[in-house]
């Protein structure tokens, strides 16, 4: 049964998979300009470094968030595997509600660190400085809200649904 909410947490995990796609082509297009233009015409933009930065940035951060989305991040799991599974699976939970807790934790001191950077542009483009700092506080919250859809979900900390059971 799909639920309003299942609903919300699919298209922001859909629009957060869009994004790191879209922001890792802007990304590699800035950076072919600065190497066309330097190897070329021995006249790099000062702006095109600046800008694939800004998108890795939200690139890392999104595709971070999605890893928990999807159970596809990087774990040491020797531990977990040589505990019984009922225990396995309480230590899953925990995991979870760990990462959903650092997740907040991010979105929180990313707000204060955005906040105290309002008023503040970038050297060469000139764009407001929370902008790169705002992708802190997105991640943070995209993190917590997936870890929480797994841990209600009864899904572990990593890997497919089916590992669940």
């Known amino acids: 049964m799909r639920t309003a909410a299942h609903d919300l947490v699919e298209a922001l995990a859909t629009a957060t998979r869009w994004s790191v796609q879209a922001l890792t082509l802007l990304m590699l297009a800035a950076l072919a300009i600065q190497v066309l233009m330097r190897s070329v015409f021995n006249a790099p933009p000062s702006w095109s470094e600046e800008l694939a930065l800004l ?3 939200w690139t890392a951060l999104l ?7 999807e159970g596809i991040h990087v774990r040491m799991d020797m531990l977990l595997d040589a505990l019984p599974r009922a225990l396995r699976r309480g230590a899953e939970r925990l995991v979870l509600a760990a990462v959903a807790g650092i997740g907040l934790y991010l979105a929180v001191a990313g707000w204060h660190y955005t906040e105290s950077a309002v008023g503040t542009t970038s050297a060469a483009i000139g764009y407001p400085m929370p902008l790169l700092y705002a992708s802190c506080v997105a ?9 929480a859809e797994r841990l209600l979900l009864g899904l572990p900390a990593c890997g497919e649904p089916e590992a669940a059971a």
């Not at 595709?63 to 989305?69: K, N």
């Not at 991640?139 to 870890?147: M, N, T």
């Open 139 to 147: 991640c943070g919250a995209l993190v917590a809200l997936f870890a």
């Open 55 to 57: 998108a890795f940035s």
């Open 63 to 69: 595709a971070l968030a999605y890893g928990v989305r």
